[in-house]
């Protein structure tokens, strides 16, 4: 069972960047799906959640800009991020909970660097 994250990097203030996760060792579609992420000398929190058959949801922080996204067919999930601030560097983390057992699944983080 695996997470694989990427598309993380540094970009200036007011870019986007794709983030992706794929996911492997799971039946991807019984699965709710998120990215986190979690900033030095904070918490990890969450940034967006795509569950299976709800609405999605976004942190206050990120709504208008951020979109999260899925393709059960190919077994990914993406983050599209725009319009990013310097707020917005973090480690970011794609996470996956079978709807059947509750049990979670973790990427290994992708680092994203906003600079102003």
């Known amino acids: 069972v695996q997470l694989q994250a990427s598309g993380g990097g540094l970009v200036q203030a007011g870019g986007s960047l794709t983030l992706s996760c794929v996911a492997s060792g799971i039946t991807f579609r019984d699965h709710h799906v998120g990215w986190y992420r979690q900033a030095p000398g904070k918490e990890r929190e969450l940034v967006a959640r795509?569950?299976?058959?709800?609405?999605?949801i976004y942190a206050d922080s990120v709504k208008g800009r951020f979109t999260i996204s899925r393709d059960n067919a190919e077994n990914m999930m993406y983050l599209q991020m725009n319009s990013l601030k310097p707020e917005d560097t973090a480690s970011y983390y794609c996470n996956a909970r079978s709807i059947l057992t509750a049990s979670g699944v973790w990427g290994q983080g992708t680092q994203v660097t906003v600079s102003s």
């Open positions: 795509n569950n299976r058959n709800g609405p999605k």
